[in-house]
Each structure stands twice: as structure tokens, then as C-alpha cells.
């Protein structure tokens, strides 16, 4: 048995664990998602007093219902595309930890 077939398990974990935490190897094509902020009119007492203050934030509330979905979808696709960023680079290691010419 080969030094490298007893440590693969070790240093794979080592691997995956440095690469979770280096920001070097966080994404090749980093994913910013910004999270909105709630409307400022749901905490204003007189926003429920008069009509227009109300369809005034009624459409703020849209906006940030709008931007909170596109952020939603913004955190699964990092989500995913770090997932798989992963695998490839683990998958990666593994191939050269074996001793073949991965590329």
C-alpha cells in the first residue's frame, strides 16, 4: 500500500475544509447577492392614515417583494455554482493525488 492511499482520505478533507475557508478559492467568478432593505414606510406610524400613503407604500413593498425574489435567486444560483465549483476542484485534487495526468 502507497503513503498517498493511506492519506487520500486525510488530505481530502484537509482540502475541502482550507477551500471553504480561502477566499482565493471561493469562486473563479464571484456572485454578489445584495440583500434590499425593508421599506422604510412599514415602520412609519402615519403611513397607515391616509390613502396615498398607503398606495405609496403599498408600492414600495412590491419593489422590495420584487428585489428580496431576484435576491432569493441570486443565493441559489451561488449556491449552486459554488457546489459545483467544488466538486470540480476536489474532483480535481483526487485526480492528481491518484498520480494521473488530470490537466
Do not use: H
Amino acid at each position: 500500500m502507497l503513503l498517498r492511499d493511506i492519506l487520500k482520505p486525510a488530505v481530502t478533507l484537509l482540502v475541502l475544509a482550507v477551500a471553504l475557508q480561502s477566499p482565493a478559492a471561493w469562486s473563479e467568478t464571484t456572485i454578489i447577492c445584495t440583500k434590499p432593505g425593508v421599506p422604510l414606510c412599514m415602520g412609519d406610524t402615519t403611513t397607515f392614515v391616509s390613502a396615498d400613503k398607503m398606495a405609496s407604500c403599498q408600492f414600495e413593498v412590491k419593489e422590495y417583494v420584487d428585489k428580496t425574489m431576484d435576491y432569493l435567486r441570486c443565493l441559489n444560483e451561488e449556491n449552486t455554482s459554488t457546489g459545483q465549483e467544488l466538486t470540480r476542484n476536489v474532483e480535481r485534487f483526487n485526480c492528481r493525488l491518484s498520480g494521473r495526468n488530470c490537466g
